[in-house]
């Protein structure tokens, strides 16, 4: 909090202050008071908005990401970057170039919006406030986004590649999307007024491992969804024979661990939606233990048709977003069950 000659600052909100004053001068410093503290509301209010078109903006440029690599369109820019095809306008472009350019420009658009998160929250709120933290996490996991993606096309582990670590630096990059929209969720979170975590307790113990075992489900997904693009085949039964044959691709063998550990995630998730929703929690804790419930459940039923329909490019989107809500919606119980109480 800063107090200066004309008023307070706290959180953004600026309340003019005076050591009295009477009749008509009182009246006008009174207004005067009212118009600042509506326009620092509107600014709180614009900045929440902010958040949650950020978090829009990083859901489309993850799905963008995945319909690159689905059809094949990572190498569209060569291994140049972040020129492509060594120029900044390319000429003629194909198909898988647009596909390529158009990733990376949304992806610049991303990186500066998550960049004004920081921007804005430094003005609206001050140092230690929980709002600032989470948006420096955002741009920290979003710089390592960038830099995966670069990694994927500089050393070619893009297209048509079969290389195993291509699948290791791709369910990392799974991974490090999954922190960076928890990391844009708590920043929205904590601008509407939420409060700080406390990473302790029964209930934390409880979300800890679910949360744990979420990630390792969308590791395991982005390499078998690498694994439905680069080895497709014609029916079930071929990709069965193919996934279990003895010279399998390394890719192929870890596919069938997937649909394992959904089931295991699964387990946990309502075990865990079950625990903290009847922990004498609130009724935000409660809808959004729900909500997880309901999504989750979702997020299954689509992964066994995406199995069955042999896993379509617009299949595996749906998926993938459905799979980002039900961890948004992992991060939000999560953040309502664990923030401090109110003092």
Not at 161 to 186: E, F, I, K, M, S
Not at 285 to 311: R, S, Y
Not at 331 to 340: M, S
């Amino acid at each position: 909090m800063r107090e200066t000659g004309c008023g307070i600052w706290r959180f953004g909100v600026h309340r003019e202050w005076s050591a009295g004053g009477e009749g008509p001068a009182r009246a006008t410093k009174e207004g005067r008071v009212r118009l600042r503290q509506k326009d620092s509301f509107l600014h709180l209010q614009n900045y929440r908005r902010l958040t949650w078109t950020v978090l829009a903006i990083n859901l489309g440029v993850i799905l963008w990401g995945a319909f690159v690599r689905a059809t094949g369109s990572g190498a569209g820019c060569g291994d140049h970057w972040p020129l492509c095809n060594g120029v900044v306008v390319p000429h003629e472009p194909s198909i898988e170039t647009m596909i390529e350019l158009t990733h990376r420009l949304t992806s610049g658009v991303a990186l500066l919006s998550v960049m004004a998160l920081v921007f804005f929250g430094r003005k609206l709120f001050p140092a230690g406030s929980p709002v600032r933290f989470g948006a420096w996490g955002s741009l920290i996991f979003i710089v390592i986004e960038a830099l995966l993606g670069a990694g994927l096309v500089l050393f070619e582990y893009v297209a048509g590649d079969t290389r195993p670590l291509r699948g290791a630096v791709v369910g990392l990059h799974l991974v490090n999307t999954l922190l960076l929209l928890g990391w844009l969720a708590l920043t929205a979170f904590w601008a509407h007024g939420g409060r700080k975590l406390r990473l302790e307790g029964r209930k934390f113990w409880i979300l800890l491992p679910t949360m744990l075992a979420f990630l390792v489900l969308g590791a395991s997904g982005a390499i078998a969804a690498l694994g439905d693009t680069l080895f497709p085949v014609e029916s079930l039964k071929e990709g069965f024979v193919m996934d279990f044959s003895e010279g399998a691709h390394i890719l192929l063998r870890l596919r069938v661990l997937h649909p394992v550990f959904a089931i295991g995630t699964a387990l946990l998730v309502y075990l865990c939606t079950a625990a903290v929703a009847t922990q004498k929690s609130s009724k935000k804790v409660q809808k959004w233990a729900m909500a997880l419930a309901g999504i989750f459940t979702l997020q299954l039923g689509l992964g066994f048709l995406n199995l069955l329909l042999l896993a379509p490019v617009w299949l595996q989107l749906v998926h993938l977003l459905v799979a980002d809500l039900s961890w948004l919606s992992l991060i939000f119980l999560g953040a309502e069950a664990l923030q401090e109480e109110e003092s």
